[in-house]
């Protein structure tokens, strides 16, 4: 069974641009949730999507979106790119039907900004 | 909302002796425990977790305990290797909701 994967690996993007972020769960998963990762804060939820619908949103501004589509995969964009948004952003993906399970994460995706 | 505090944010331990890393939550609707290894460049795994229904879970070298009382949980490392050194997270979730709320992590060495 393939893993989670996560396009591009590496990003580096200027203040005030735009970037997307894909997310390929485990085939069968209908969930995925998003986490930022940074040094100094840890790992921090940003939403989870499941069966297209956000069904979780964490404390993050409103630069920060997402969507599901119909085979699961997910996006995520971040708007007028800040320095601080500079981290490491991981997605996971489970099968979301009740119940705790396994979250997998994916390899995520390293933005810089500049 | 949710908040897990872990210790200690950084332990050095002899190779085969034992290591222990602590949480705290604040929610007492929080019935879900995972642990997650995150070796350097690598994304996390879970290692063990535990539901509140359950006092202690073993595998292998590694356990992990609850109580839900005082709110807190640990995870054991027994016998250590070096392949156990990596940066380990706590997390906490409701019943039913995906959303992980993870401690801010302990970088774990162990010492040949």
């Known amino acids: 069974k393939a893993g989670v994967t996560q396009t591009p690996r590496y990003l580096i993007k200027t203040r005030g641009q735009q970037v997307t972020l894909s997310c390929s769960p485990i085939?069968?998963?209908?969930?995925v949730s998003w986490y930022q990762q940074t040094p100094g804060q840890g790992l921090q939820f940003l939403f989870e999507y499941f069966s297209e619908t956000q069904r979780n949103k964490g404390n993050f501004p409103g630069r920060f979106s997402g969507r599901q589509f119909s085979n699961s995969r997910s996006e995520m964009n971040v708007s007028t790119l800040e320095l601080g948004d500079s981290a490491l952003y991981l997605c996971a993906s489970s099968p979301g039907q009740g119940g705790n399970t396994e979250a997998f994460f994916g390899q995520g995706t390293r933005l810089t900004v500049v | 909302g949710e908040n897990v505090e872990q210790h200690p944010s950084t332990l050095s331990v002899q190779e085969g002796d034992s290591a222990v890393i602590k949480c705290t939550y604040s929610?007492?609707?929080?019935?879900?425990f995972p642990w997650y290894k995150q070796e350097l460049g690598k994304r996390p795994q879970l290692i063990i977790d535990?539901?509140?229904?359950?006092g202690e879970k073993k595998d292998q070298r590694i356990a992990v305990t609850l109580n839900k009382t005082a709110k807190h949980f640990s995870l054991h490392i027994t016998e250590t290797q070096p392949e156990d050194s990596a940066v380990y997270f706590c997390a906490a979730s409701i019943f039913g909701n995906e959303k992980l709320t993870f401690g801010t992590g302990t970088r774990l060495t162990i010492i040949p």
């Open positions: 085939s069968g998963h209908r969930s």
């Open positions: 535990i539901r509140s229904n359950v």
């Open positions: 929610d007492s609707a929080s019935n879900y």
